[in-house]
T-cell receptor
């Protein structure tokens, strides 16, 4: 079974440029998460989807970040324009969303460097 | 904001020794989970302990949970060089269905 697939693995851009990350979750996983991980820190939730619906986007900086999950499967996370402080690893995870036993499967992450 | 904090931040031991990591959290939980992250990789789930459980084992892993103290510990017995990684606790809060991760413990096992 394929795991959670993310692309690109690495991206280097100039500040003020746009960038997009793509995630393909495990087949059958209705819940999809985007996390941000700064160097030496734990992941911080950006947004959670239940199927196509964003049910928790309270931590997503909506002035420059946007996300979508069309058809309830793949998801994209976009930053426009990128700032120096956005340099981090963006992790996608998926789960079955079973209450009380919500185990996440993570992708390898997309490492963003903003110059 | 991160819900949990791990202690110590970094731990270095010799191969064969046991490693203990602690996690403290702030609010009532549904369950608590531990994940491992190798350098440059995503996180991998290790073990889940429910709020009504006090101890759980999986292979060389032993997890305890004390809800009165809002703390958990992860013990890795007979450590191996391959156990070198960062370890994170994550809390699943009642009604949230989100996982909130701690700051992590960086474990180095010296061969």
């Amino acid at each position: 079974e394929a795991g959670v697939v993310q692309s690109p693995r690495y991206k280097i851009i100039e500040k003020k440029q746009p960038v997009a990350f793509w995630c393909n979750p495990i087949s059958g996983h209705n819940t999809l998460y985007w996390y941000l991980q700064n160097l030496g820190q734990g992941p911080e939730l950006l947004i959670r989807y239940e199927n196509e619906e964003a049910v928790d986007d309270s931590q997503l900086p909506k002035d420059r970040f946007s996300a979508e999950r069309l058809k309830g499967v793949d998801s994209t996370l976009k930053i426009q324009p990128a700032e120096l402080g956005d340099s981090a690893v963006y992790l996608c995870a998926s789960s079955t969303g079973v209450a009380g036993a919500n185990v996440l499967t993570f992708g390898a992450g997309s490492r963003l460097t903003v110059l | 904001s991160q819900q949990g904090e791990e202690d110590p931040q970094a731990l270095s031991i010799q191969e064969g020794e046991n490693a203990t990591m602690n996690c403290s959290y702030k609010t009532s939980i549904n369950n608590l989970q531990w994940y491992r992250q190798n350098s440059g990789r995503g996180l991998v789930h290790l073990i889940l302990i429910r709020s009504n459980e006090r101890e759980k084992h999986s292979g060389r892993l032993r997890v305890t949970l004390d809800t009165s103290k809002k703390s958990s510990s992860l013990l890795i017995t007979a450590s191996r060089a391959a156990d070198t990684a960062s370890y994170f606790c994550a809390t699943d809060l009642y009604g949230a269905n989100n996982l909130f991760f701690g700051t992590g413990t960086r474990l180095t096992v010296i061969p």
